[in-house]
């Protein structure tokens, strides 16, 4: 299914304008990377001319998901020359440049240091400022503060060469300000935003599943894995939710198992996952999870007169980043 979300900043939030959606067959997309471009493009376009009826959008981001899209989360400090004096837009300005000049690079050494990467082409597509923190208080802005300690966060989506190719195959044509995200990603930006502060949110697709962490209310880490209902469907069950729930505790990596959990995509054949989910995130952690089905009113920066669900949300997430409504 190729999903669209038109919306506008309101206020601070996204007021959506339109939410439409095309199915693809089985098989267009593969684990992000898109096989026919035909068939996608199509549906993409058809997608997005429903949901311009009201205006044309100014800025488009895709939002994909795949085993080799990653989003670095990366912090680099430095130290003002005159702590008393108020922070003014053009100095947080040149710092926010600055900052992603050296966090690019960063990533730039993390790709190297991936295994998983060694060998793939691959392209750093955007990075997305996440905050700053100034003598150790979080902040949005950094204007009219005082202090002299400056942390600035920024999150570095690098993509394969081949992903970001076809991606960009399917675009409309003649939208410059189109840009790729990782879907992981940008959803996990908007529950942020909206105020979910430490969680882990699982979406079950139909050939990836993907798993995002949310750590004091910015995006911690985020991965995916080629393990989706498809695959699950109509097989030995119990076993099969055991692999599922080990892969997904195994993308958290060394970090610390959440309490809060979110789950979407999980059809009715497989009402077994989530349960295996919890008691294995409880075993892991020695102490019982907190597991729910994640729902568009989780997205509280959002506002919609039309009906929107927790598929919805990515689409919802790429069009906020897109109208800069999310931001730490």
């Known amino acids: ?21 095309r ?10 990377l898109v096989v026919d471009r035909d068939v996608v493009a199509s549906a993409l376009a058809a997608a997005l001319a429903a949901a311009e009826r009201g205006g044309r959008a100014e800025r488009l ?6 085993d080799d899209i990653r989003t670095f989360h990366l912090t680099t400090g430095f130290q003002r020359a005159v702590a008393a004096a108020a922070v003014t837009e053009g100095e947080m300005a040149r710092a926010a440049r600055e900052a992603t000049v050296e966090l690019g690079a960063l990533a730039r050494a993390a790709v190297a240091d ?7 082409p691959t392209v750093h597509v955007r990075e997305d400022l996440a905050g700053y923190v100034l003598d150790g208080r979080p902040l949005a802005s950094l204007v009219g503060f005082q202090g002299r300690l400056v942390d600035v966060a920024a999150d570095v989506t690098v993509v394969p060469l081949v992903v970001s190719g076809a991606a960009q195959a399917v675009a409309p044509r003649g939208r410059a300000a189109t840009g790729i995200a990782s879907g992981a990603h940008v959803l996990g930006r908007l529950l942020a935003a909206s105020g979910v502060t430490d969680a882990a949110i699982v979406r079950l697709g139909p050939d990836v599943t993907s798993l995002t ?3 004091g209310g910015r995006v911690a880490a985020t991965r995916s894995f080629s393990l989706g209902r498809s695959e699950l469907l109509g097989r030995e069950r119990e076993p099969d939710a055991r692999v599922w729930s080990a892969a997904v505790l195994e993308a958290l990596g ?5 309490e809060r959990w ?62 800069m409504v999310v931001f730490g």
């Open 1 to 21: 299914m190729v999903r669209v979300v038109t919306g506008r900043r309101e206020q601070g939030r996204l007021r959506v304008v339109a939410a439409e959606q």
């Open 254 to 258: 060394d970090a610390e198992t959440p």
């Open 23 to 32: 199915p693809v067959r089985a098989g267009a997309v593969v684990a992000g």
């Open 61 to 66: 981001v895709l939002a994909l998901d795949g």
């Open 213 to 215: 962490l949310l750590r």
């Open 114 to 120: 991936d295994g998983a990467l060694r060998g793939i």
């Open 262 to 323: 979110l789950v979407a995509g999980v059809p009715d054949g497989l009402h077994g996952l989530p349960h295996a989910l919890a008691a294995a995130a409880a075993e892991r952690r020695g102490s019982p999870v907190d597991l729910a089905p994640l729902r568009a009113s989780h997205a509280s920066r959002v506002v919609a007169d039309i009906p929107l669900g927790p598929d919805d949300l990515v689409a919802a997430g790429s069009a906020a980043l897109g109208a």
